[in-house]
């Protein structure tokens, strides 16, 4: 059996990894020919709303999923008059546009920061009138890890908010939205597979540390979390399932501020943030995704290992090979790219029982050396 995954970077090749055990096969549709699904899945090469590509990735699949929610709304439109997609279009199209996904947040009584549109350089004026100062102007679609945004601090002139303006119009953009600037407590992440019967499970809730607008690290269950919050965060996602009738693993990022929870996105697709599921827990989020959109029973998210998980990013650079595998205790993931910075080369991830030294092995990654080029034989 083979499945269709619109994207080729690391998400896909997880899928693909997690998916070989359970028989199955997958067929990646990418514009770059070195993306890194193809070590472990046949690679389409091609712009994703070529039609022949199209063809090539859905001839002969049983569906098409997503690593990734910027995808042309024309290739969903011909995909969805060809072969089966999931999660839905609807869900990919919420996912694509911060306007629809507070609108959506909205309608679930979910609580949003204040935010205003702008569809030109006076509307966003306007719209940072409207929210008031510090705020974030973002686009409204092709926004992720950092990109796309723009913060206005405190005391921000008009040059600046004209700057804002420039820096982020552009074609595909979508147009702009304005957030209130939100000062919170911690970042959380709750993640949740809906398959095609309507049953739903839920992870436990992640929180999430950035640095420069990229996940630095995730640790599973967030500690010290209130009840009533973890209760809250469970709601508002089985909403958001329902809502959208989805089908696959679902993630929504959260701001927690004391005990008031703030939607931020949405992703619907596998997320970095559930990352530590692979060894963390009895099914991860990736063979979840598969198991629900093929309509299979879905997999325990009860977690293993001691019950803690801390996973890292590594980006930019990989620590050297001899040095990161010699910290014994963590699981390593190389997504065989070559370094860039700001690019996400991979993950380390730490399971046990007890949450300060999980934490303290993880963070034993951020002293290790850098690697010198050609050592880990994908520096192209």
């Known amino acids: 059996m083979v499945i269709g995954i619109l994207g080729g970077g690391q998400l896909a090749r997880m899928l693909a990894l997690a998916g070989l055990p359970l028989g199955l096969r997958f067929r990646c549709l990418d514009p770059a020919p070195d993306a890194v699904a193809g070590h472990a899945a046949e690679l389409v090469v091609g712009a994703y709303d070529d039609p022949q590509a199209l063809r090539l990735l859905a001839r002969g699949v049983r569906l098409v999923t997503f690593e990734f929610e910027n995808v042309p709304v024309a290739a969903t439109d011909w995909l969805a008059d060809h072969v089966t997609i999931a999660p839905s279009p609807r869900a990919l199209a919420t996912g694509q546009d911060r306007l629809l996904e507070k609108r959506m947040f909205q309608s679930l009584g979910v609580a949003v920061p204040a935010f205003a549109?702008?569809?030109?350089?006076?509307?966003?004026?306007?719209?940072?009138?409207?929210?008031?100062?510090?705020?974030?102007?973002?686009?409204?679609?092709?926004?992720?890890?950092?990109?796309?945004?723009?913060?206005?601090?405190?005391?921000?002139?008009?040059?600046?908010?004209?700057?804002?303006?420039?820096?982020?119009?552009?074609?595909?953009?979508?147009?702009?939205?304005?957030?209130?600037?939100?000062?919170?407590?911690?970042?959380?992440?709750?993640?949740?597979?809906?398959?095609?019967?309507?049953?739903?499970?839920?992870?436990?809730?992640?929180?999430?540390?950035?640095r420069a607008g990229i996940l630095h690290r995730s640790r599973a269950p967030a500690p010290d979390v209130p009840p009533a919050v973890v209760r809250a965060a469970t709601e508002f996602v089985h909403a958001a399932l329902q809502h959208l009738d989805y089908t696959g693993v679902l993630t929504i990022e959260l701001f927690l501020r004391g005990q008031t929870l703030l939607a931020n996105e949405i992703a619907p697709r596998v997320h970095n943030s559930g990352h530590w599921t692979i060894e963390g827990s009895v099914c991860s989020q990736f063979e979840n995704h598969l198991r629900a959109v093929l309509g299979y029973p879905l997999g325990d998210t009860a977690m293993t290992g001691g019950g803690v998980a801390t996973m890292v990013n590594l980006v930019g650079e990989l620590p050297a090979r001899p040095d990161l595998l010699g910290v014994r205790g963590l699981h390593v993931h190389a997504y065989g790219k070559a370094p860039r910075p700001g690019r996400k080369l991979g993950h380390a991830t730490v399971v046990g029982a007890d949450r300060a030294a999980v934490d303290a092995l993880a963070d034993r990654i951020g002293a290790l050396p850098a690697s010198r080029p050609g050592d880990w034989g994908f520096d192209g």
Not at 150 to 160: N, Q, S, T, Y
Request: glycine share 12%; net charge negative.
């Open 117 to 210: 549109t702008a569809d030109d350089r006076a509307g966003l004026h306007a719209a940072v009138r409207t929210t008031g100062l510090p705020c974030v102007v973002k686009t409204r679609r092709l926004g992720y890890d950092g990109r796309g945004q723009v913060r206005l601090p405190a005391g921000a002139d008009a040059a600046a908010i004209d700057a804002a303006w420039t820096a982020l119009d552009h074609p595909g953009s979508g147009g702009l939205i304005v957030e209130q600037f939100v000062t919170f407590d911690r970042e959380l992440s709750v993640i949740a597979a809906r398959g095609r019967d309507g049953t739903v499970v839920v992870y436990p809730l992640v929180e999430n540390e950035h």
